[in-house]
């Protein structure tokens, strides 16, 4: 299981930027992904996450409205739309997947965002 993760960057306050998750080695139209982040001496956090099928998704409340999770199964990719950027926004974000069967989760390496003037 690989996952990479890009697009992170330097965003001026109420920006955008749209973060990619590239997976492979697992039936990635098969499996939730979710995207997490982490700012420096904070407990990685919950952004979004996106059922299999169905694509039903759900926000942790400080993104809902300004962040869109997404999935192209054909590409095995997985998208955050990140938009009306916040200083407090500024995390390592990593993509994330859980594999039920073997009763763990895999991790991408982060990218990093930046919300800063």
């Known amino acids: 299981v690989q996952l990479v993760e890009s697009g992170g960057g330097l965003v001026q306050p109420g920006g955008s930027l749209r973060l990619s998750c590239a997976a492979s080695g697992f039936t990635f139209s098969s499996y939730i992904m979710s995207w997490y982040r982490q700012a420096p001496g904070k407990e990685r956090e919950l952004v979004a996450a996106?059922?299999?099928?169905?694509?039903?998704?759900n926000y942790a409340d400080f993104v809902k409205g300004r962040f869109i999770i997404s999935r192209d199964n054909a590409k095995n990719t997985v998208y955050l739309q990140m938009n009306s950027l916040k200083p407090e926004d500024t995390a390592v974000y990593y993509c994330k997947t859980r594999s039920v069967a073997q009763g763990r989760d895999y991790w991408g390496q982060g990218t990093q965002v930046t919300v800063s003037s």
């Open positions: 996106i059922s299999s099928i169905s694509g039903r998704t």
